[in-house]
């Protein structure tokens, strides 16, 4: 497939806010959140600041990165707009993920303002944490579709499809809710971090620990029983609509899951390190990604027709001609 510029654009895009969102967790993970203090779009009342610290220099960096994410969307509705015609399904895509980008950017001030930032261990920054990583799914899943629409994808079709839109529906909010505890999970690990592996086990099962530490068992249960889900999903649409595109799609989503849950198990074995918790945020945005795409091959093809059945002639009675 011959790639247009517009569909380039968009796959362009798309990466380029992959990378942003994990910087993002590095400014997290490396407890420069507050670098620019509690000042928001300023950062330390300045538009730029002064004599920085290595801290506000990360966090500084996040936002021109995020602001210049901002610039590349707003690019991509224009390009939607003057590329297809209107109410097609790249406008939509596009125009959503203006609006989810916005809200992104939104929650992050709201974060700052708020303190929610650097050892502030409050139910709130864990509320609004994941809430921030919803979003973020969110706002790709509808890059994603940009760019998948851009470069020639069917639109879907809803009606007619029996439970299968329900079923990858259910997948996709699932996947959603894994997200959110995943940011909380993070969250803790910065915190609050293990010096081995056996003390890690024991705050988790500790009623003396933090919440956010009790918390942190929750994630890997319902990230395997999520993923198997949305496995289990891409296979059903593989058999039900066997198009080329949807195999394709099925096969990503369980090699991207099942590479997803060896990074899990290193990242809880290695302690979290830095290094890991992006990996892992990164596989876990290709995964959402991937059912993301493999809902939209899915659906996109009509449901297949009953097989009709042979009517039954009037029986002849014996001796009749």
Request: charge should be positive; glycine fraction near 12%.
């Amino acid at each position: 497939m011959k790639l247009s510029r517009f569909a380039t654009f968009a796959w362009g895009v798309l990466a380029y806010n992959l990378a942003v969102i994990l910087w993002g967790a590095y400014v997290r993970a490396s407890g420069s959140g507050a670098g620019c203090g509690s000042h928001w779009p300023l950062c330390n009342g300045q538009v730029v600041p002064q004599a920085p610290q290595v801290k506000t220099l990360v966090e500084f960096s996040h936002r021109m990165t995020t602001g210049l994410a901002g610039l590349l969307v707003i690019g991509l509705v224009i390009g939607a707009w003057r590329a297809f015609p209107r109410g097609h399904r790249v406008r939509w895509a596009a125009a959503l993920s203006l609006l989810f980008i916005v809200v992104e950017g939104l929650v992050g001030g709201v974060q700052v303002l708020l303190g929610l930032t650097a050892e502030d261990a409050s139910v709130g920054r864990a509320v609004i944490g994941g809430i921030h990583l919803a979003n973020t799914f969110i706002m790709i899943g509808a890059m994603g579709l940009t760019a998948w629409w851009g470069s020639g994808g069917a639109p879907l079709r809803l009606r007619g499809q029996g439970l299968l839109a329900g079923i990858f529906g259910i997948g996709l909010l699932g996947a959603l809710l894994v997200g959110a505890s995943g940011a909380i999970t993070a969250l803790g690990d910065t915190l609050f971090p293990a010096s081995s592996l056996a003390e890690g086990l024991r705050q988790d099962f500790s009623s003396a620990s933090h919440f956010l530490l009790q918390l942190r068992v929750i994630h890997p249960i319902l990230a395997v029983l999520v993923g198997v889900y949305a496995i289990g999903a891409g296979m059903l649409a593989a058999a039900r609509r066997p198009g080329p595109l949807t195999r394709w799609f099925a096969r990503a989503l369980l090699a991207i899951f099942l590479a997803q849950l060896v990074v899990g198990v290193l990242n809880v074995a290695l302690l979290a390190p830095v290094a890991m918790q992006l990996f892992h945020l990164l596989m876990a945005d290709l995964v959402w990604l991937a059912l993301v795409l493999a809902a939209a091959a899915a659906l996109a093809e009509p449901a297949p027709a009953p097989e009709a059945r042979p009517v039954a002639g009037p029986a002849l009675r014996p001796g009749s001609n």
